[in-house]
């Protein structure tokens, strides 16, 4: 409502953030948390068992951690905050006023964590001119590996303050929203996790890296599968807790049976892959651990894909659980506070959307006013053609049978209800009238939709360049001075 | 010329408004510090290793150059998150605005720069792999080089746009927003100081004493290579100058005030006695290029922070009106969202008293309605399709309820509601009959 709005219809505007998000947590998760903890063990090894093969194999796993980190997983980082503050500047802009301290404190871990690996990384070489200055090396990596897991865990309280702002809500403090009842649950299932898949991927280029010294490799695959073994049943433990406490809580919250129904389905899919996943990984860990050089490379590939789709999955649920909030209870995924509901729903959006082109439904403009409307209200999930399209849904839903405008408000009207992930229609009646007629229009003949960045926005109107509300006080400025 | 007027987030800033703004000059400098280094490094790679062709001891230097921007390129990216966490958390509503606005270039940073650092990567990790084809090896040098200058330009763009919202309905898409007044001027000063930065820093770091072990010239001379980049520095800071003034005369009226004009005099003036020092040391005999190194190192110093406060000072004096604007919307709508929600409040009450009188029409909204409208098919059979096949029949309503079947072949299954109770089933029942 009051940014301009930034659409990209082909792929969609959650597809963008969920494409950057997921690559940014695999190589977070896999790269980082998981394997440097490896590198520096692999490390330890070399030193203490005075054999330059660990100390090499170590350096060409940590040259790909580097180029792949410090590019893809650095940007994919920063990416999200550009995608989040294009496509829902008003959740970001709400998350950084409530969690700042914690961004800043997490960036402050961020620079030690770059200057850390870029130290680790290019002091390798010239650490190996004496024994001292090798173990201050694997100091460093040591380090390394602690900073990249506090980076996480940071995030984590971002990450289930969105689902469940807890005690936020009355008291409005950095730390009511870190102490969010996800919040430990969340952090260990993935720090396990993690660890898992670290150990994993090191495992498959480790296999990939030794194919011309057999005997090296059943060593070092053993050391690794070990350690990864140990952190498998940990994870076992945390996936279990995390199962526990978040389905029920989330639960708690959904007051509609058929998302209930939706709720558990997708949940149980999550436990079926959980199962299914956890069960072949450690068996593969298993067998690794006891007879490290018989387990084909394509058995280690398997596990790391069905870890990196865990790990998808996982996220894909608890977005799927935070809707139709994007903070949860606070502010819907449409970017519109749950506050602010009445007044929209009694005036309509388009009367205090700050960008809107129209501003009042009349006979004449029902289309165009109904794509506004569905900009305003609809867009942030939906695109007209591309990724989860409402000429799709609305085809699912009517078929070839001519789409009318009544019953499609009907089901607008109560869409929340049907479909608890969907926010409540934040406009007034004529509003919903005008956005049927929109949707019905595209049924045989689709507009194309285009964002701000291509439209650009319309010239400022009196709703646009005022700054006071209808007949009510002027509070900012008591003594009625007009400006 | 109106600008729009959106309201702000309304949660209080997370501290106060001057601490976020020096630590926003602050950050920001580092930053750009590394960005320069990052870009003209990748600059001067690129020219020593053409001129490598000839020389072969200039393409040895141009690898230990690329050995700088691989950690240069690192922290411009994580210095650059801070000033970009607190510009998010000042200047919502016109950043936001603006990054909208050129969104598709201003999305397109992340991929651009993730291609730039892996160019970089394949141009230094595998040098040696290049030897026999350095035209390709060139190639990727001038690739990445492209790309580093291509980036300042959109964010450019975009830090100009939000100091200028009544020029924000004339924009659309990003080159419009680009071609605004002062825009290329702006990005021609910022490549000035590029080319200025990194080659004073380059003559720092040949001057080093492990330099000349590190690079192993077979005829080349450090101190040749030094006189390269101190010419270039002093070019440089001539340009800057010239292209400086060409910014102020092309800066639009909006942030001008006599403080910033006085802070701009002031950092220029700061650089002159750097360029004497410069002079000298070029081209008297008997001045050696490290001469008055220090004071010269001081003299930018200083004049970049005091244009590092002008140029804030600049963007609050552009923005004074709007945000005070802003301000005064948002508690107006705060209000009005208030007034409205209290309004709703008393409905509601009102809602309930109704619905005690109609015990079933609660539970029927609440549960039923999203499927089953009145008159109209929607997700479900219309109630009057329900009203005539169940005529009479409640306990068939309240059974099928419990446990729908599947009759329909063109919509989809009821879901079932066990966890309703009989006397809720049957009210809703009644209700659906009576309607």
Not at chain 2, 181 to 194: I, K, Q
Not at chain 2, 415 to 432: K, V
């Amino acid at each position: 409502m009051d940014f301009p709005i930034f659409h990209i219809d082909f792929i969609g505007n959650r597809m963008l953030i969920a494409v950057d998000a997921i690559l940014h947590v695999i190589i977070n998760h896999a790269l980082a948390v998981g394997a440097l903890p490896v590198i520096a063990l692999l490390e330890l090894s070399g030193i203490r068992t005075k054999d330059p093969r660990w100390d090499r194999l170590a350096y060409r796993l940590l040259k790909i951690i580097f180029i792949i980190t410090t590019t893809v997983g650095a940007l994919t980082g920063v990416g999200i905050w550009f995608s989040a503050s294009l496509i829902n500047p008003a959740a970001i802009g709400s998350l950084i006023r409530v969690f700042f301290w914690g961004w800043f404190v997490e960036w402050i871990v961020f620079v030690c964590e770059v200057s850390l690996i870029m130290a680790y990384f290019l002091s390798w070489q010239s650490s190996a001119r004496s024994p001292e200055a090798k173990l201050k090396h694997l100091r460093l990596g040591i380090f390394l590996a602690a900073f990249s897991w506090i980076t996480m865990a940071i995030i984590v309280a971002i990450l289930g303050f969105m689902m469940d702002p807890g005690n936020w809500m009355s008291e409005r403090t950095l730390i009511s929203g870190v102490l969010n009842p996800m919040y430990f649950p969340q952090l260990a299932f993935r720090t396990t996790l993690a660890m898992v898949m670290g150990g994993m991927t090191m495992i498959c280029l480790t296999y990939l890296f030794t194919r011309n010294d057999l005997p090296f490799r059943t060593t070092v695959i053993r050391a690794i599968s070990s350690w990864s073994g140990i952190w498998m049943l940990t994870l076992i433990i945390a996936s279990v807790w995390y199962y526990q406490v978040i389905p029920q809580h989330m639960l708690a919250n959904i007051p509609v049976a058929v998302t209930t129904q939706e709720y558990v389905s997708w949940n149980s899919s999550l436990k079926w892959l959980l199962t299914v996943g956890l069960s072949f990984v450690g068996w593969v860990l298993w067998s690794s651990v006891r007879h490290p050089g018989q387990v084909h490379g394509a058995k280690y590939l398997a596990s790391v894909l069905l870890l990196f789709a865990m790990l998808g999955q996982f996220e894909r649920v608890r977005e799927f659980i935070r809707k139709p909030f994007i903070i949860g209870n606070y502010m819907y995924a449409n970017g519109i506070r749950v506050e602010d509901y009445p007044l929209l729903q009694r005036d309509g959006i388009l009367q205090h959307a700050t960008y809107a082109g129209i501003r009042e439904v009349t006979a004449d403009n029902k289309v165009a006013a109904g794509r506004e409307v569905f900009e305003q209200t609809c867009t942030r999930c939906h695109t007209v053609n591309g990724i989860n399209s409402i000429r799709g849904q609305l085809k699912t839903m009517y078929g070839d049978k001519p789409w009318q405008p009544e019953v499609i408000a009907a089901y607008i009207e109560n869409m929340h209800g049907a479909r608890y992930f969907m926010p409540p229609f934040p406009g007034n009646k004529a509003e919903l009238d005008a956005l049927s007629v929109y949707l019905a229009s595209q049924q045989k003949r689709a507009t194309a939709f285009n964002g701000a960045q291509t439209n650009g926005i319309p010239k400022p109107d009196k709703i646009s360049a005022s700054t006071v509300y209808g007949t009510l006080p002027n509070l900012a400025n008591p003594h009625g001075e007009q400006q | 010329m109106t600008a729009p007027i959106p309201r702000d987030i309304p949660l209080p800033l997370p501290a106060p408004e001057g601490l976020l703004e020096i630590l926003l000059i602050a950050a920001f400098l580092v930053h750009i510090l590394f960005v320069h280094l990052m870009i003209g490094g990748s600059m001067f790679s690129l020219v020593c290793q053409i001129r490598g062709l000839k020389t072969p001891d200039y393409e040895k230097l141009a690898y230990r150059i690329m050995q700088t921007v691989t950690v240069n390129k690192s922290l411009a990216v994580v210095m650059g998150v801070a000033p970009l966490l607190i510009i998010n958390t000042l200047y919502a509503p016109q950043f936001y605005a603006s990054s909208a606005l050129i969104g598709d270039m201003w999305m397109a940073v992340i991929p651009l720069v993730t291609l730039a650092f892996l160019l970089a990567y394949a141009h230094k990790f595998w040098w040696n792999h290049f030897l026999n084809i350095p035209e390709l090896h060139i190639g990727i040098a001038a690739l990445e080089t492209v790309l580093f200058l291509v980036i300042p330009l959109i964010f450019m763009t975009n830090v100009n746009l939000m100091l200028f919202p009544e020029y924000w309905p004339k924009v659309t898409g990003f080159f419009s927003a680009m071609l605004l007044p002062n825009v290329l001027l702006r990005y021609l000063h910022f490549v000035s100081a590029t080319v200025l930065f990194s080659s004073l820093f380059f003559v720092w770091w040949t001057g080093r004493k492990t330099f000349r072990v590190e690079v192993q010239f077979s005829e080349l001379r450090v101190i040749d290579v030094r006189r390269f980049f101190y010419a270039f520095a002093f070019g440089a800071t001539i340009f800057q100058i010239l292209t400086g003034l060409m910014v102020f005369v092309s800066l639009p009226a909006q942030g001008m005030s006599w403080g910033f004009t006085a802070l701009l005099m002031l950092g220029g003036l700061v650089v002159l006695p750097a360029i004497w020092w410069m002079w000298q040391n070029l081209t008297r005999p008997g001045h050696l290029l490290d001469d008055n190194f220090k004071q010269i190192l001081t003299c930018f110093a200083c004049a970049t922070i005091i244009m590092g406060i002008a140029r804030h000072d600049y963007r609050e004096n552009a923005l004074a009106d709007h945000k005070a604007a802003i301000a005064e919307k948002t508690i107006n709508y705060q209000a009005a969202v208030k007034e409205a929600g209290e309004q709703a409040q008393l409905a509601a009450i009102k809602a309930k008293e109704n619905d005690v009188a109609a015990p079933g029409a609660a539970a029927f909204n609440q549960n039923c309605a999203a499927c089953h409208h009145a008159t109209l098919p929607t997700v479900g059979p219309a109630l009057q399709e329900i009203k005539e096949a169940y005529a009479n029949n409640p306990d068939g309503i309240a059974a099928w309820t419990k446990a729908p079947g599947k009759k329909r072949p063109d919509s989809m299954k009821m879901p079932g509601f066990p966890q309703l109770s009989d006397d809720e089933l049957t009210a809703i029942s009644q209700y659906i009959l009576s309607h």
